[in-house]
């Protein structure tokens, strides 16, 4: 008997030094798929998915750019998509994590292959060129991913302060960590409120402007006088959007997903937690699948159900141990864990 699913796609940063060579590793039987994104960038005088994945050596300037890397994150996720053993797993529906939105319209077919990257290279030269600002993470729970008032107030604390010195939002919910962001004063700002914490954070992101934010406004008229709304169509999947949303098949206005998708999610906060609360609780499924390239969305989506309580969890310990004995959070960027989807 088949298990049910929800398949989450991942965002920006996912395809770092150790995930070079990813496509090579996992994925030499998608010829046909990997060659026609080669040929669309090729075409645009963009390097090459593959060169990239085949690179001797990984270079921030160049894999971690947001045009190459939304690509091979892009390719390297979709064709994870296509890697899952249906004969073992239903997909009850299908989310993602800021970038990974884009991925989750190509994954329910809201968008076909051909417009997919076109989308995905859109926007990632619209950010390459256009994206302002910053971002930072700062986590909301303790060390055992426990909620945490001290640092949800410190949070709160340093959003106040970046609002005072310039520009400040709340990003994205990440499960048990969020993402700041502002312009270059407000930045500055958070990071002298917020106190250290487990010898990293604030960290700020490289590479990143201030993604859903107002900040972006300019990038989301630019992004909707590059694409049509006749790229978008229904999902044929069910998808869980950055606000905890679901568009489905027979019930999409498609008119309100291309505004969405180009306007509201660009410019407002992503709630990936949400999206994840929604997953568990509206669909119920057996387990869940993180796509690859890497797994930095583990710990996320961890926090995300030991908040919510899902099979009992209340703790690091208590995920850590269910995950030995019965994994529900399967990441395909994880060696072991991928024998299990594919």
């Known amino acids: 008997m088949r298990k049910s699913a929800v398949v989450i796609f991942p965002g920006r940063g996912t ?103 076109r989308l995905v290279d859109t926007m990632g030269a619209l950010m390459e060129e256009k994206g302002v600002g910053g971002q930072l993470i700062y986590p909301f729970v303790d060390e055992e991913w426990r909620p945490s008032r001290e640092r949800e107030k410190a949070i709160s604390d340093a959003l106040h302060d970046g609002k005072t010195a310039g520009e400040a939002y709340l990003s994205i919910r990440l499960g048990g960590m969020a993402v700041l962001a502002g312009d270059d004063q407000g930045m500055a700002a958070m990071e002298a409120a917020l106190p250290a914490a487990e010898n990293r954070y604030p960290f700020r992101l490289a590479r990143h402007a201030a993604f859903h934010t107002p900040l972006l406004a300019h990038v989301s008229q630019a992004a909707f006088d590059a694409l049509p709304v006749t790229m978008f169509t229904a999902p044929r999947i069910p998808m869980i959007d950055g606000r905890g949303g679901v568009w489905r098949s027979g019930s999409s206005d498609i008119d309100a997903l291309y505004n969405y998708t180009l306007g509201q999610q660009i410019v407002e906060t992503y709630d990936f937690s949400k999206s994840i609360e929604v997953a568990i609780k509206e669909f119920c499924p057996d387990l869940l699948i993180l ?49 299990l989807v594919v």
């Not at 899902?310 to 959070?329: R, V, Y």
């Open 15 to 117: 395809y770092s030094k150790e995930e070079l060579g990813y496509l090579a590793r996992h994925h030499g039987d998608k010829h046909d798929f990997v060659s026609a994104i080669d040929r669309w960038r090729m075409d645009q005088e963009i390097t090459p998915v593959t060169e990239l994945d085949n690179a001797e050596k990984y270079l921030a300037s160049r894999h971690a750019s947001s045009l190459n890397a939304s690509a091979l994150i892009y390719t390297c996720a979709l064709a994870d998509f296509a890697s899952i053993n249906s004969d073992a797993y239903e997909i009850a529906a299908v989310c993602g994590n800021s970038l990974g939105w884009y991925l989750t319209l190509a994954a329910a077919s809201a968008v076909n292959e051909a417009n997919a990257i």
């Open 291 to 339: 796509a690859g390239p890497g797994a930095t969305l583990g710990a996320p989506i961890a926090q995300e159900l030991i908040r919510h309580r899902w099979f009992g969890l209340s703790s690091k310990d208590d995920f850590t141990a269910l995950q030995k004995d019965s994994p529900k959070l399967l990441a395909m960027g994880r060696e072991e864990q991928r024998t």
